[in-house]
């Protein structure tokens, strides 16, 4: 009985993968369960557990091929938080489009959690690459770091103020109760800075980008936003960032410092 099981088994080593010795250390106890199986029972019994002993192999490289495949979609979302942080040479190798589009995947310059903030001219410098280790490293430790806020200045607080003067209605609302209120004073204005969430941000903005460029038809362009009106009239050098192929544009929204 012994004999007739390893038999049963010996042509299976022929077509093993080069896994190695764990392969032929399984493989190696499933000759000798399966006829300690063979020889001590009669029943059905021995019959399931040659079954069971059997899907050990495919289970060992379904696991195997599970965590390769998370390892290359480790790999890919990788790739593209280093292109929040590196942009690449642009002597004759990419199309001005690119180029622009790589604009897109960076920290905003003047973020006080930039790595090249305290380098004058050098944030936005088209095709700079960032090639001192201190600066790659700078770089993947912002990546990582919680929300952290900035209390501005006066100037930042008088233009968030002419934009809630010219976007405010005094319209009543279902969580509105009391006196309505005819116009609000902005106190302090405080920025949230999240490089982490910014560089999903800014990848998930990519991907939509290169994703509407191969419609046949061009997206519903979104006008008469009034944020985005009174912005441009207050501020308009800060709208040279979005892209509007994809609709981005200014919002006021509600949200906790978490989530910002």
């Not at 010219?166 to 999240?194: A, Y």
């Amino acid at each position: 009985s012994v004999a007739r099981q390893t038999a049963l088994w010996t042509p299976l080593d022929t077509s093993l993968p080069p896994l190695g010795p764990v392969w032929r250390n399984v493989h190696g106890q499933l000759v000798i369960l399966s006829g300690k199986c063979a020889e001590s029972s009669k029943s059905g019994n021995n019959v399931v557990l040659l079954v069971i002993y059997a899907s050990v192999p495919t289970t060992v490289l379904l696991v195997i091929g599970v965590l390769v495949r998370l390892w290359f979609i480790r790999r890919r979302k990788q790739r593209w938080i280093r292109k929040i942080y590196t942009t690449h040479d642009t002597s004759g190798a990419t199309t001005h489009r690119e180029q622009k589009e790589r604009k897109y995947l960076r920290l905003p310059s003047y973020w006080e959690t930039n790595p090249l903030k305290d380098r004058p001219g050098q944030a936005d410098v088209p095709g700079r690459t960032l090639t001192s280790d201190t600066s790659a490293r700078d770089a993947k430790a912002k990546a990582h770091l919680q929300s952290e806020r900035f209390e501005l200045g006066d100037r930042e607080r008088r233009l968030v103020q002419h934009l809630m003067n010219e976007t405010f209605l005094d319209r009543r609302t279902r969580d509105r109760e009391g006196r309505m209120p005819k116009w609000l004073k902005v106190t302090s204005v405080h920025r949230i800075e999240n490089p982490r969430l910014w560089t999903e941000y800014c990848v998930k903005r990519y991907e939509m980008l290169r994703e509407v460029r191969t419609l046949e038809d061009e997206l519903y362009k979104m006008s008469n936003i009034r944020t985005m009106a009174a912005w441009q009239h207050v501020n308009p050098s800060t709208t040279h960032s979005l892209v509007p192929e994809v609709n981005e544009t200014y919002l006021f929204h509600g949200t906790s410092m978490e989530a910002a």
